[in-house]
Antibody
């Protein structure tokens, strides 16, 4: 059974940084590209970032480009998202997610709150 | 502002059939596969439909997807109280190498 467990969320001041993690189990992690998707309170889903299975290519949404960095450690089956220069509008639940040919799986999410 | 347009709300009574639409441009839906995700209150999203009309293992056949031209629909038959949730359509954007989500539809079971 696939399990994705995010961690690392918390309260941070504007301009601060956080690193989120997503630990995967039940999948051959090194075979799949991975995504981060976020959801602001009371709002819809917003795609944030994608990293290819081997980390060779990384992509970002316009709202986070230049401030967030995605990475992965296939030896630890773990996905990361480094959040820098945080803004109040980055306040959201951050989910990791991946899609195989027949399904997509989501983690339970981790809450990031940017507030002074 | 999402480039995939969904009605903000929908409703139905138990046992009824309801549909939720997702519309976009010819470049957005016309040539892409549609995915539908369900988000129950206070929980993470869950995939309901992939590649327009395919159900992952474990998803009841009460849920069905279709696509025609630049519009897609999610249909729920035999509506149940536990279907009350937010529903999101999504497409994969090759240029972005990322997902584009619709704004979501809140389904209320009356």
């Amino acid at each position: 059974q696939v399990q994705l467990v995010e961690s690392g969320g918390g309260v941070v001041q504007p301009g601060g940084s956080l690193r989120l993690s997503c630990a995967a189990s039940g999948i051959i992690f090194r075979s799949f590209g991975m995504h981060w998707v976020r959801q602001a309170p009371g709002k819809g889903l917003e795609w944030v970032s994608f990293i290819r299975f081997d980390g060779s290519d990384k992509y970002y949404g316009d709202s986070v480009k230049g401030r967030f960095t995605v990475s992965r450690d296939n030896s630890r089956s773990t996905l990361y998202l480094q959040l820098n220069s945080l803004r109040p509008e980055d306040t959201a639940v951050y989910y990791c997610m991946f899609c195989s040919s027949t399904n997509c799986d989501w983690g339970q999410g981790t809450l990031v709150t940017v507030s002074s | 502002q999402s480039v995939l347009t969904q009605p903000p709300s929908a409703s139905g009574t138990p046992g009824q059939r309801v549909t939720i639409s997702c519309s976009g441009s010819s470049s957005r839906i016309g040539s892409d596969h549609i995915y539908w995700h369900q988000q129950l209150p206070g929980t993470a999203p869950k995939l309901l439909i992939y590649r327009n009309d395919q159900r992952p293992s474990g998803v009841p056949d009460r849920f069905s997807g279709s696509k025609s031209g630049t519009s897609a629909s999610l249909a729920i038959s035999g509506l149940r109280s536990e279907d009350e949730a937010d529903y999101y359509c999504a497409v994969w954007d090759d240029g972005l190498s990322g997902w584009v989500f619709g704004g979501g539809t809140k389904l209320t079971v009356l």
